[in-house]
Each structure stands twice: as C-alpha cells, then as structure tokens.
C-alpha cells in the first residue's frame, strides 16, 4: 500500500536520519540508492503518517519488515518487539563486528531484529568488507 507522505515531511525524516537506514546504517550515499520511508508501526496496523512513527531505511530492511512488528529473539525464543529507531538507541542493541562487515545483536530487540529484517544478507556483507577497506565504513555513530 502506498501512503503519501509530503516532502516537506521527508526532508525533516532525512534530516534526522542522516540519509541512512535505520536499521543497518546503510547511507545513501553508500548505496546510491534512495531511502525509503518505513512506517515504524505499520499503517495496517494503525500507524500514522508522523515524524515519531516514520524513519529511512534502505529498501532491503523494508521489504523484509514489512507489516511486522515483532519477531523471535534467537537466543530466549521470546517473541519480542522489532527495534524502534524513534524510541530506541541504535548502539544499545546493536555493534559491529570486528571488520564491520555485520551488525550484531547485544539484545533480545537487537537480535530478532537483524535475523527477521536479514541485516546481514551475503550481498551487503560483502559491501560492507568493500567499504570497509577504502574507509566508507562502519559510519559515525552519535554518542
């Protein structure tokens, strides 16, 4: 389902986000391809259409996120709420291994949410390892 969202109201979302997913970090500029604007709680299950409930994420991270809003946490077998950028810090459930190539999960949160929305696919592992080694990686993150 497509939702209009005003660009007066993505330019705000890009300006907070840094042009970069987020959920793997992925910029824009990277990727060299457009964000996307992900509703964090799904408009099919009652999410609006407002900066406290829209994020960036690069199209990979929202295809797989869909509508849910929940996925299983691999280590607990707990059924536990997706990480929520607007709510949530990034490095509170997240890290980097040691050559940034993919993102671990340090919580329940962190954990089912790089498995359900595949934060680690081959293709991007491998870019990663790429931006890596020329210094495009891992970005910036805000203390």
Same mark, same amino acid.
């Given at each position: 389902m497509s939702v209009y969202i005003s660009q007066n109201l993505r330019s705000q979302? *890009?300006?907070? %986000?840094?042009?970069?997913?987020?959920?793997?970090?992925?910029? *824009?500029?990277?990727?060299?391809?457009?964000?996307?604007i992900d509703h964090i709680q799904p408009v099919s299950k009652g999410g609006l259409n407002t900066l406290d409930n829209l994020c960036l994420a690069c199209r990979t991270c929202n295809e797989y996120k869909a509508?849910?809003?929940?996925?299983? %946490?691999?280590?607990?077998?707990?059924?536990v709420a997706l990480f929520n950028p607007r709510q949530q810090?990034?490095? *509170?459930?997240?890290?980097?291994?040691? %050559?940034?190539?993919?993102? *671990?999960?340090?919580?329940?949160?962190?954990?089912?949410?790089?498995?359900?929305?595949r934060v680690n696919n081959a293709l991007i592992v491998a870019t990663r390892?790429?931006?890596f080694a020329i210094g495009w990686h891992p970005p910036e993150l805000e203390s």
């Open positions: 979302i *890009e300006a907070f %986000d840094n042009k970069r997913c987020c959920y793997c970090l992925t910029t *824009e500029e990277n990727s060299g391809i457009p964000m996307t509508g849910n809003k929940e996925a299983i %946490d691999p280590i607990t077998g707990q059924n810090i990034w490095k *509170e459930h997240f890290q980097w291994n040691s %050559d940034a190539s993919q993102v *671990e999960g340090i919580t329940s949160i962190g954990r089912a949410s790089v498995i359900a929305l390892m790429r931006w």
